[in-house]
């Protein structure tokens, strides 16, 4: 069973600290239509409940962003955080090929 997460796209302009410190982890969508890619933003609880769940570049994740109108299936490529303390302050997500 694929788990489902909703994000946002990311405002123009946004600083990655302040959307922090607002609960926003910044991310980026790759490969939905080749080469370019999508900066978005997913709360940090969502982004916390993923993590227990989900593998990197193995579980099946059902990406949606409402803005876009964009649903699909995708893999958490990279998990990047604070190396003292260990907070999550960005993700990227794969798009799989659609079928």
């Excluded at 990406?63 to 109108?69: A, D, V």
């Amino acid at each position: 069973m694929a788990i489902k997460v909703e994000s946002q796209k990311r405002p123009e302009g946004s600083k990655p600290n302040a959307l922090r410190r607002s609960g926003l982890i910044p991310a980026n969508l790759y490969g939905h239509k080749g080469a370019e890619s999508i900066s978005l933003v997913v709360e940090a609880k969502t982004i916390e409940r993923l993590l227990k769940q989900a593998s990197v570049n193995k579980t099946e994740i059902e990406l949606s962003i409402p803005e876009l109108e964009w649903n699909g299936k995708t893999v958490l490529r990279e998990v990047q955080s604070h190396p003292a303390k260990g907070f999550i302050y960005h993700v990227s997500f794969f798009a799989s090929p659609q079928d």
